[in-house]
């Protein structure tokens, strides 16, 4: 598989020798949609939390008598029938949402998606990306320079001082290393900024 590699203003400068296994892989819809749901749902900390009808704080009187009013029977004021009652099945502050993925089945959704990435041409190669000072404007103007329209995740072998702090206050950019990508961030943005060594520790990773 041959990555097209740009320059500093967003022209092809040349190719990158990359994995097939990991950049020209079949698309698996069912495979990616069950590792972004896993990983969002093991994102979630499950501390919701609602009330039963036993822990609602109202009278237990009978609000009326049973028979010759006319209304419908009633016992408590706490029915889930009832606004401001207790709920029917409530959520508890200890519930689970963890869904396991295994490890070849992670890898295999990281590599589908980045090949459908390659294949809508939304994922670049760079050689590298450094910023001389923590400048946002100077870093703006850099990734305008790429011609990248949208939201842009840059992805790199090791995150450098100054392009974290010029990228951080940049609304549509988002720079991690490669460690930290996760299926999500892949799929969410626009346009998937690599550079060169940031291929190989996806090769290393995912391969």
Do not use: C
């Not at 020798?17 to 990616?32: G, I, P, T």
């Not at 990248?148 to 290393?177: H, K, M, Q």
């Amino acid at each position: 598989m041959e990555l097209k590699l740009i320059d500093e203003q967003g022209q092809p400068a040349s190719t990158l020798a990359a994995s097939d296994a990991l950049f020209a892989r079949d698309y698996n819809e069912a495979l990616v949609h069950q590792v972004v749901t896993a990983y969002q749902a093991n994102g979630r900390q499950g501390t919701r939390a609602q009330k039963s009808r036993g822990e609602i704080n109202k009278s237990h009187k009978k609000p009326w008598k049973q028979k010759g009013t006319g209304r419908a029977r009633a016992g408590q004021a706490n029915s889930p029938l009832w606004r401001g009652g207790g709920r029917i099945f409530p959520s508890s502050p200890d519930e689970n949402f963890t869904q396991k993925v295994n490890r070849k089945m992670y890898r295999a959704g990281m590599a589908s998606i980045l090949s459908q990435l390659v294949r809508e041409e939304r994922l670049k190669v760079i050689e590298s990306i450094a910023a001389d000072t923590p400048k946002t404007g100077q870093f703006a103007k850099k990734m305008k320079g790429l011609g990248l329209e949208g939201t842009v995740l840059v992805v790199t072998d090791r995150l450098d001082e100054n392009v974290f702090l010029a990228s951080r206050n940049l609304p549509n950019v988002l720079v991690l290393e490669a460690r930290e990508v996760d299926p999500v961030s892949l799929v969410r943005f626009n346009n998937v900024l690599l550079t060169k060594a940031a291929v190989g520790q996806f090769e290393e990773m995912l391969g």
